[in-house]
């Protein structure tokens, strides 16, 4: 083949992208033409459960690397487990990884695909006398298997003669044998170091359809057998793992040796992603889900890929967060600060600012008109000048943030108090004169006066308040429920607890509602997913269930900043 020298088709690598092994080891391997200037990755998620933002850092990696030097990424679906795999799983994935910006193209496959092929290998290593049925019971195997300092013990079936085995082998596979009796495994070495070599069970008996074969198979690969003949079967160059497999690895390699003219991919571990205050076991976060700690996969607070994108994360931010954090060989868990950095550069550069008060206080300014509504410029997004400029409405009466209002302020306090002078975001100067009070001494209303000298901000004699508020015209507001999130645990290790059950650390005020919010009158038409950023307040996202009946903003993000603050400190 030619050289990727002398063939623009063929993409090295070579750029501004951070180095890491992975990336240099294709690198290398393009240069010396190891694939025949190919890559070739897949990203394998088994179906049974949400993608979470761990699997985004793998999504990232694999399309990446594939994408960066001219390969292709398949798609693959290890379904070799029908109890625990649904429809339901397989299209999520598939939205998911469409969203985060990643096409698989024609390369989508199932692990399912390739059962028939998988038996005909397993048929083969029996014939071979290296592999055999067993009678022991489940917990009778574990027994057997010994511990990381014992080795353990030949299975009194391990010798069975070869015909025996294939014949019942094959009685398994009619269905002809009851689930749980017995099992098919490989014939390896039961003292060996490596307890994955201590002959691993490579079919089980299962009587549930699949949901693509139904009622075909009776019996089922397990994972191990099945993982590195899929990579085979499908030419993958690069088979990109987390660090939990490179203990297996030996086991892919150890299959595919006993079967000849087969390829052989190269299977490369690198570790996972651990997040602070964060639970990522699709185990667990299905437990979040059935005892009802959250309303469902996609609930906000939930660490998954749908649960962020209905929280108003970005793909962008997702991947500009998973090429920050890097590839690394040993596991570590990453500050979810460094998340949300990333998250409000991408938004603070998209989104458009708009002003809502989410605990509204009523302000009469009593000097200004009271027929009069005024058309304010304010200015969309600061950050990028053809986002251009709205009209805002202004009238007499206003609502402002309670937290902006203090009767008896300390000192250095500057927004609103009696007798003080603020100025409105985008209007005008206003002097608290008054503050009126329900028959509890709550406040309910102040009195202002304006200047009509300040409109836009700014006035003539060179004065300027140190505090600038944000507001909406109560005329023409439009009303909202906000839903303000938090992170899901207390915990920056949510296993951290006297049972070591990771429940027990659950925020209860990981959620807060607040219902009616005010919101300026350009809000109105905001669709699901549509992102903003309310004025001092954070980063808010139109959420699924809202319409323009009944406006539901959920708070992506806050304003504050903490890793910025973070990396300054070190």
């Known amino acids: 083949m030619e050289s990727p020298k002398n063939n623009t088709a063929v993409n090295d690598g070579e750029n501004t992208a951070p180095a890491h092994f992975i990336r240099e080891m294709i690198r290398d391997d393009m240069r010396t033409g190891k694939w025949g200037y190919k890559v070739v990755t897949r990203f394998p998620p088994e179906p049974n459960g949400y993608l979470h933002i761990g699997h985004a850092k793998a999504i990232c990696l694999s399309f990446g690397m594939a994408a960066e030097f001219g390969g292709v990424c398949h798609l693959r679906f290890d379904d070799t487990n029908p109890a625990k795999e649904e429809d339901e799983y397989i299209k999520s994935i598939k939205r998911d990884v469409r969203w985060l910006g990643f096409d698989w193209?024609?390369?989508?496959?199932?692990?399912?695909?390739?059962?028939?092929?998988?038996?005909?290998?397993?048929?083969?290593?029996?014939?071979?006398?290296?592999?055999?049925?067993?009678?022991?019971?489940?917990?009778?195997?574990?027994?057997?298997?010994?511990?990381?300092?014992?080795?353990?013990?030949?299975?009194?079936?391990?010798?069975?003669?070869?015909?025996?085995?294939?014949?019942?082998?094959?009685?398994?596979?009619?269905?002809?044998?009851?689930?749980?009796?017995?099992?098919?495994?490989?014939?390896?070495?039961?003292?060996?170091?490596?307890?994955?070599?201590?002959?691993?069970?490579?079919?089980?008996?299962?009587?549930?359809?699949?949901?693509?074969?139904?009622?075909?198979?009776?019996?089922?690969?397990?994972?191990?057998?099945?993982?590195?003949?899929?990579?085979?079967?499908?030419?993958?160059?690069?088979?990109?793992?987390?660090?939990?497999?490179?203990?297996?690895?030996?086991l892919y390699n150890w299959f595919l040796e006993q079967l000849p003219d087969i390829h052989h991919s190269q299977q490369t571990e690198f570790a996972r992603l651990n997040l602070n205050y964060t639970v990522m076991s699709k185990r667990k976060l299905l437990r979040l889900v059935q005892e009802k700690r959250v309303s469902g996969w996609d609930d906000p607070r939930m660490p998954t890929i749908s649960g962020l994108r209905r929280r108003g994360y970005t793909p962008e931010s997702i991947r500009e967060f998973a090429e920050r954090i890097g590839v690394a060989k040993r596991d570590s868990v990453v500050d979810i600060a460094l998340l949300d950095f990333c998250l409000r550069d991408d938004l603070n550069k998209r989104c458009a600012r708009v002003m809502a008060v989410l605990k509204p206080l009523k302000v009469v300014i009593e000097n200004y008109p009271e027929d009069q509504v005024e058309e304010l410029d304010a200015v969309n997004n600061p950050e990028d000048e053809l986002m251009g400029t709205r009209k805002v409405p202004f009238s007499r009466v206003i609502y402002i943030e309670q937290d902006d209002f203090m009767e008896n302020p300390p000192k250095k306090y500057y927004r609103l108090s009696p007798g003080k002078e603020v100025r409105l975001r985008?209007?005008?100067?206003?002097?608290?004169?008054?503050?009126?009070?329900?028959?509890?001494?709550?406040?309910?209303?102040?009195?202002?006066?304006?200047?009509?000298?300040?409109?836009?901000?700014?006035?003539?004699?060179?004065?300027?308040?140190?505090?600038?508020?944000?507001?909406?015209?109560?005329?023409?507001?439009?009303?909202?429920?906000?839903?303000?999130?938090d992170s899901l645990f207390t915990k920056e290790n949510p296993h951290d607890s006297p049972s070591g059950d990771f429940m027990e650390n659950i925020n209860p005020d990981s959620l807060k509602i607040i219902d009616g919010c005010k919101l300026e009158p350009s809000l109105r038409d905001a669709k699901a997913g549509d992102r903003y950023q309310f004025e001092r307040l954070g980063y808010f996202c139109a959420d699924d269930d809202s319409s323009p009946e009944r406006l539901i903003f959920n708070r992506t993000v806050t304003l504050k900043d903490t890793w910025a603050r973070m990396q300054k400190k070190i």
């Not at 198979?217 to 990579?231: F, I, N, Q, S, T």
């Not at 003539?460 to 015209?473: F, Q």
């Open 105 to 250: 193209g024609e390369h989508l496959y199932f692990a399912s695909d390739y059962f028939g092929k998988m038996h005909e290998y397993a048929v083969k290593l029996v014939e071979d006398g290296k592999a055999y049925v067993d009678d022991l019971t489940a917990e009778q195997i574990r027994e057997y298997r010994g511990t990381l300092t014992e080795p353990g013990k030949e299975s009194p079936f391990r010798n069975r003669p070869v015909d025996e085995n294939l014949k019942l082998f094959a009685a398994m596979t009619r269905g002809e044998i009851a689930e749980g009796t017995c099992v098919l495994r490989a014939k390896i070495d039961m003292a060996h170091p490596n307890m994955n070599m201590r002959d691993p069970v490579m079919y089980r008996i299962m009587n549930v359809p699949h949901h693509r074969t139904g009622d075909t198979w009776k019996v089922y690969p397990m994972y191990d057998w099945a993982h590195g003949l899929e990579d085979s079967i499908e030419g993958i160059t690069h088979s990109l793992c987390t660090l939990e497999f490179e203990d297996h690895r030996p």
């Open 426 to 485: 985008y209007a005008y100067f206003i002097t608290c004169t008054e503050v009126i009070k329900d028959s509890a001494g709550g406040i309910v209303e102040l009195r202002c006066t304006y200047d009509p000298q300040t409109r836009g901000g700014a006035a003539p004699d060179g004065r300027s308040p140190k505090a600038t508020i944000h507001w909406v015209s109560a005329q023409h507001a439009i009303g909202a429920e906000v839903r303000l999130y």
